[in-house]
């Protein structure tokens, strides 16, 4: 069978404050959304944006440095892989999809209080490790006029 790829990257900011539950089991699972927004040029040659919604699920030890470190507005950097899940309905019965990210990295960009400062990362495969965020040159004003192809 040939190799293949299940994998997202998102550089977003949280709509609302993650909703922590936990499993029977005890453990905890984080669900929240993050907003990433492309800038393209319409017709008339105005920019324009275009946000899109992604819903994204941590569970066991990320789940808890959501809880304890993430709020609504912070700008995250999350690697993981997509799942979709489905139930019925209760009230009509209908089969309900739910498309989520389900996180494998996690990268607080921004401090704790008001998002400015340093961050740290978490990866639920390197259990614990936390570590300096790469730069975020995103708002340095360069625009595709400024690209020479």
Same mark, same amino acid.
């Given at each position: ?25 005890? #453990? ?17 040659? &105005?920019? #324009?944006?275009?946000? &899109? ?59 704790? +209080? ?12 390197? #259990? +614990? ?21």
């Amino acid at each position: 069978m040939a190799k293949s790829i299940n994998k997202v990257t998102l550089l977003g900011n949280l709509g609302k404050d993650p909703e922590i539950k936990f499993l029977p089991s005890g #453990q905890a699972v984080a669900n929240f959304s993050i907003a990433t927004t492309d800038r393209y040029k319409d017709k008339a040659g &105005e920019w #324009q944006d275009r946000t &899109e919604w992604h819903n994204v699920v941590a569970y066991a030890r990320t789940a808890e440095i959501v809880r304890d470190y993430v709020k609504k507005g912070n700008k995250l950097y999350v690697e993981g892989r997509l799942t979709t899940r489905s139930w019925d309905d209760k009230d009509t019965g209908k089969k309900v999809y739910r498309t989520e990210v389900v996180v494998n990295d996690l990268v607080l960009i921004g401090g704790r +209080g008001d998002g400015e400062g340093g961050g740290g990362s978490y990866s639920g495969s390197r #259990q +614990g490790s936390y570590s300096q965020p790469a730069p975020d040159y995103g708002d340095t004003g360069i625009t595709d006029d400024d690209i020479p192809f």
